[in-house]
């Protein structure tokens, strides 16, 4: 068995094992590390849903697959993601998890309405305050959310995190568990249970988010290691 199937099924066990709603959990291959035979690899092992954080290797590579016709990918931004560089993937990005400002938020909805859709998107929050990171702190959320009710072309699915670096599992299941509060607190006051989606957990944290009720896990270097 190849190393990349090897560890792929490891993951889609530990699902199983960690999550408590295993059949709702996605998992996206991070495949910013890897080219695109590593990305076929992934695909005949039946995980169709991948994340990139970069937008001229997102294009690439959709334009690669989406050529030869291999796969119905699903291609996922998860990187920082500059205003101007919107229009780059608005026609077929499937789920953008980073958006951190309202400008943002409010060229995508721009965007979609050009091509004539809806882009679902995740808001990231910096739950832990890190200075080094991305991310609306949370109480910063709060103040902008009327204006987030407005877009009618873009889709809050849910929010994402990128938890501390560090082993401390104490420290690691507080900021999931908290992003997982304050998802359920703006379901009961603005969006009436839309929102579905928690993406937190990587390589190093995945079970821990998952069982802090990850829906989504992004995980990269675990399966190209
Ligand atoms: C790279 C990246 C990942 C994957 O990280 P690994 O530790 O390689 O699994 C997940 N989320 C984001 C936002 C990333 O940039």
């Not at 695909?43 to 959709?62: M, T, V, W």
């Amino acid at each position: 068995m190849s190393k990349i199937k090897e560890n792929i099924q490891e993951v889609l066990e530990d699902i199983k094992k960690y999550s408590l709603y295993p059949e709702k959990v996605k998992f996206i291959a991070v495949t910013k590390y890897v080219r695109e035979e590593e990305i076929e690899e992934v695909l005949k092992n039946g995980i169709f849903n991948l994340g990139e954080n970069r937008i001229q290797l997102i294009k690439e590579k959709y334009l690669y697959f989406k050529e030869r016709n291999i796969a119905d990918i699903k291609w996922d931004f998860i990187g920082n993601l500059q205003k101007n560089k919107v229009k780059y993937i608005a026609d077929f990005i499937n789920l953008i998890h980073s958006v951190n400002k309202l400008s943002l938020a409010k060229e995508i909805d721009k965007r979609a309405r050009e091509q004539n859709r809806i882009i679902d998107v995740l808001i990231e929050v910096n739950v832990a305050n890190e200075e080094s990171k991305e991310g609306y702190k949370i109480q910063d959320f709060n103040l902008e959310i009327l204006e987030y009710l407005k877009f009618k072309n873009l889709n809050i699915k849910g929010l994402m995190t990128m938890a501390p670096y560090t082993k401390d599992e104490k420290i690691l299941r507080n900021v999931f568990s908290t992003l997982r509060k304050m998802k359920d607190e703006l379901n009961e006051k603005y969006f009436d249970n839309k929102l579905t989606e928690l993406s937190m957990g990587m390589s190093g944290d995945y079970k821990i988010a998952l069982e802090e009720g990850a829906t989504i896990i992004r995980v990269g270097t675990k399966i190209f290691e």
